[in-house]
Nanobody, 121 residues
């Protein structure tokens, strides 16, 4: 069992940066791939980024590639999403998730509660 707590969201101007964190409880954190998803109002939840259990592999949605960086610290049971050059279209609730390495939400078994990111123009 893994419990996830997302944090770090907020209001930022376009072009700015935010770093999201996802703290996990449970001794098996390091055995899971970790992903970030987001959901904007009126839209379906979409994949943002994923990192393998070791941190050796990462994959990004085209919409965030080159601007966002996912990382993890298994000693701290934490995964991060560094978001730079933010755009208004990045506005959404961001969720971290633990599970298998992939881009589909159904690959993930555990989800955080979400953290709101709002990018103003």
């Amino acid at each position: 069992q893994v419990q996830l707590v997302d944090s770090g969201g907020g209001l930022v101007q376009a072009g700015g940066s935010l770093r999201l964190s996802c703290a996990a409880s449970g001794r098996t954190f390091s055995s899971y791939a970790m992903g970030w998803f987001r959901q904007a109002p009126g839209k379906e939840r979409e994949f943002v980024a994923v990192i393998s259990w070791s941190g050796g592999s990462t994959y990004y949605a085209d919409s965030v590639k080159g601007r966002f960086t996912i990382s993890r610290d298994n000693a701290k049971n934490t995964v991060y999403l560094q978001m730079n050059s933010l755009k208004t279209e990045d506005t959404a609730v961001y969720y971290c998730a633990a599970g298998g390495y992939g881009t589909k939400a159904n690959r993930y078994d555990y989800w955080g509660q979400g953290t709101q990111v709002t990018v103003s123009s």
